[in-house]
């Protein structure tokens, strides 16, 4: 099946600075790419929808310039957790669609000290 | 009501066992129908996916599909101690953004 690539899969920062995690499709071109946030025993919580060369699509709730999406090209998209804080502290995972079929990334678990 | 409703469990079975999963949803527009597989601190895992009311069969997997109940199934047969992991079930329409059900926390001991 496709391959969705994401790195890295753990990162520790201090409070205050920006993370960047990457997401790439390495055998499918996606248009589309989607961020979800998911908290320990809970479901996957949709953040955003990215698109390539235009701006994301924010769930309600999401804060847009603390959380940056950027879908430079086909094969990858970015998300950067600006100021983060401890509360911003989870597991993120990507996907992207190769027909009607979603694939996701490893996740990256980030911990803000 | 939910969208899609699955029980969480968790669900604790003996090896060798068939393990039933399942997920109701409530919007009739729902066309393709997944199953994903997520074990502890990983991302989820593309197990099965299917458009049509009735069963798929993937080795010791079905995946089964009713419509007109608004009701899908994952059956594992001759479960194993690896089977252990979170199953979630995704469901999406003509949009392709999926909705996910909670997951069911599957253990399968010795």
């Known amino acids: 099946g496709a391959v969705v690539s994401q790195h890295p899969s753990r990162v520790i920062c201090k409070s205050g600075t920006s993370v960047k995690i990457e997401c790439r499709s390495l055998?499918?071109?996606?248009?589309?790419m989607f961020w979800y946030r998911q908290f320990p025993k809970q479901s996957l919580m949709l953040m955003a929808t990215?698109?390539?060369?235009?701006?994301?699509?924010?769930e309600q709730g999401v804060e847009k310039d603390k959380f940056l999406i950027n879908h430079a090209s086909l094969t990858l998209s970015t998300l950067t957790v600006t100021s983060a804080h401890p509360e911003d502290s989870s597991f993120y995972i990507c996907?992207?669609?190769?027909?009607?079929?979603?694939?996701f990334g490893e996740g990256s678990w980030l911990t803000v000290v | 009501q939910k969208e899609v409703e699955q029980d969480p469990g968790p669900l604790s079975v003996p090896e060798g066992a068939i393990v039933s999963l399942n997920c109701t949803y409530s919007?009739?527009?729902?066309?393709?129908f997944m199953w994903y597989r997520q074990y502890s601190r990983k991302g989820p895992e593309l197990l099965m996916y299917?458009?049509?009311?009735g069963n798929k069969e993937d080795g010791r997997f079905t995946a089964q599909v009713d419509k007109s109940s608004k009701y899908i199934s994952l059956f594992i047969r001759d479960s194993q101690p690896s089977d252990s992991a979170t199953y979630l079930c995704?469901?999406?329409?003509?949009?392709?953004?999926?909705?996910f059900g909670r997951g069911t926390s599957l253990i399968v001991h010795p």
């Open positions: 990215s698109n390539e060369g235009s701006k994301a699509t924010y």
């Open positions: 055998d499918f071109q996606a248009t589309t």
């Open positions: 299917t458009y049509s009311s």
């Open positions: 996907s992207a669609n190769s027909g009607n079929t979603i694939y």
């Open positions: 995704a469901l999406s329409g003509g949009s392709y953004i999926p909705t």
């Open positions: 919007n009739s527009a729902f066309q393709y």
